[in-house]
């Protein structure tokens, strides 16, 4: 039904959003870059230059390769490119390199590789059951899908201003949900296992596919009450997934096992020194465990409990250290966090496995495993928000509740981002494209399900809207108090707590619904 409402609506109003966010991309191309830049301009030097055997030892610079082989491959491909452009940035020696050829090359690279994120949203949009016919074209589910999953604000300035790679990423991912969603199993399974191979942060969600794939792939019927069938159990089918998994893998680690480099490879991908929080605190429980801790030790030191002098100093007033440790609270460590996260995830697998919905289930696990590893991982950068916000857009337009969830977890999650992008000329820029983004998504959700009723209720209103407040705070009234020279990081501590609380919620919230929900007859039958 989607597919034939695409192509009843055809093709126009799709190419004309893919270009107008693509010449968008364009003009970004003169904005603020992170260190990000650099990172990639010395895997390209690094690929281009060094054998194989070095490409995960090199130390010139602190930005070392920790990206999993098929993400080095990918910029060994784009350097034989580069070096048209500008042959001085593949010189693994010229640090901090940039040239406005270099700079071209590099903003031009992320928006070509973009066309499969295009590709893979085209796709998306096929899947959606086109039930509410509506007149007008924008308010079709597939159109606000699309603009929801083209113009999401959180992947715009991530890779178009601060830099990175994360459009054909997600294109691979969305793209493996499409093809899972059209019941074709193993080429979805094929692009999740390529996927795992660029880049290992989507493992969060691995669980998701396996169990997925294990009950309505290997598996291959149900009884009557929706139970499983197990005699249905297909070894051919297992089979046939665990080829695929150990030929992708192959293909990738198989160079750096003959080279003994396999142990080397892994420590690089999983750097574990880093402390628990990244420099800016992403908005997770850890956040508010932090907060906690620096407000128990505040009040012990003024009710004489604890010991000033035994205090480490930055742990009070650095608020960016990167390792913590805590003073009242009991420290975090790397197993800690693998442990919490196992336990949150858990539910949610149990209930893919336990109370089958098809897509729809499949998506909100895939949600509730990115979201627990955002919630309770080790060293989580606040952009691994994406990986819940952009699957939860294509449950967004299917049921209201939903599209609630959706709006509280969008809003916080694109508004924690902000403090990447710090610059004064970047400050009009992200405001202008965040409320765009948001106005957008309230208004064309509440035109979707206007027949239900609201989708926030007053509190989540409120809480929404004092990020307003919130922000005019930490960009305009902060600067200019005395508090700047003292207290630096407060800022950022404002920021990623209160965003923490939204998370959060929209976390226990988007849990409960998935927990309690009933199954109906007809979805049991499926």
């Known amino acids: 039904q989607g597919a034939r409402a695409m192509a009843a609506g055809g093709r126009g109003w799709f190419r004309a959003l893919a270009l107008g966010v693509s010449f968008l991309k364009c003009l970004l191309i ?22 194989l055997s070095q490409w995960y030892y090199e130390a010139t610079s602190e930005w070392t390769l920790d990206y999993p082989p098929f993400f080095a491959w990918f ?3 784009l350097s034989h490119i580069a070096k048209y452009f500008d042959p001085q940035m593949l010189v693994v020696e010229n640090l901090n390199y940039t040239s406005h050829a270099t700079i071209l090359f590099q903003r031009l690279s992320v928006i070509f590789t973009d066309t499969l994120f295009i590709y893979a949203v085209h796709e998306c949009c096929k899947c959606v059951n086109g039930k509410r016919a509506a007149k007008d074209i924008l308010e079709k589910p597939t159109f606000i899908l699309a603009v929801l999953l083209l113009w999401n604000f959180g992947l715009l300035i991530v890779d178009h201003i601060h830099f990175q790679y994360n459009g054909f990423l997600f294109g691979l991912m969305l793209l493996s949900v499409a093809r899972l969603c059209q019941k074709r199993y193993l080429e979805g399974a094929l692009l999740f296992a390529v996927l795992l191979h660029f880049k290992h942060i989507y493992m969060y969600v691995a669980p998701a596919y396996g169990i997925y794939l294990l009950r309505s792939y290997c598996f291959t019927a149900n009884n009557a009450d929706g139970s499983l069938k197990w005699r249905s159990f297909s070894f051919l089918h297992v089979t046939l997934l665990g080829l695929i998994v150990c ?5 990738s680690l198989g160079p750096f096992l003959v080279l003994g480099q396999l142990p080397q490879v892994i420590s690089q991908l999983f750097p574990f020194k880093r402390g628990l929080c990244h420099a800016y605190w992403a908005p997770n429980f850890w956040a508010l465990y932090n907060v906690v801790d620096k407000a128990l030790t505040i009040l012990g030191l003024k009710c004489n409990f604890l010991d000033g002098t035994k205090i480490p100093k930055a742990s009070m007033t650095g608020g960016l250290v990167q390792e913590f440790q805590h003073t009242v609270l009991p420290s975090v460590t790397p197993l800690a966090t693998l442990i919490c996260t196992f336990i949150a995830i858990l539910p949610s697998v149990f209930c893919l496995w336990f109370k089958p919905q098809g897509p729809r289930g499949f998506l909100q696990c895939l949600v509730l495993c990115a979201l627990s590893s955002f919630m309770f991982g080790w060293h989580v950068h606040e952009k691994a928000i994406l990986l819940a916000i952009l699957p939860l857009s294509l449950l967004s337009i299917q049921r209201a509740k939903d599209a609630g969830i959706y709006l509280i977890l969008a809003t916080t999650g694109h508004f924690s981002l902000f403090p990447l992008l710090f610059t004064p000329p970047e400050l009009p820029i992200k405001i202008l494209l965040m409320l765009l983004f948001t106005v957008y998504s309230f208004s064309s959700l509440k035109s979707l399900f206007r027949r239900e009723k609201p989708l926030l209720n007053w509190l989540e209103t409120i809480y929404l809207i004092q990020l307003v ?4 705070f930490c960009e305009i009234v902060f600067p200019l108090s005395p508090w700047k020279w003292h207290f630096p990081f407060v800022p950022l501590l404002l920021t990623s707590v209160y965003c923490a609380l939204g998370i959060t919620y929209a976390w226990l919230k988007l849990y409960i619904s998935v927990l309690t929900e009933r199954i109906s007859v007809r979805q049991k039958a499926e």
Request: hydrophobic residues 45%; without cysteine.
């Open 30 to 51: 003169p904005a603020y870059y992170s260190t990000d830049f650099e990172v990639h301009r010395n895997w390209l030097a690094i690929t281009h230059n060094l054998p």
């Open 75 to 77: 910029e060994y491909a």
């Open 247 to 251: 030929l992708v893998s192959a293909l």
């Open 469 to 472: 407040p919130l922000e005019i």
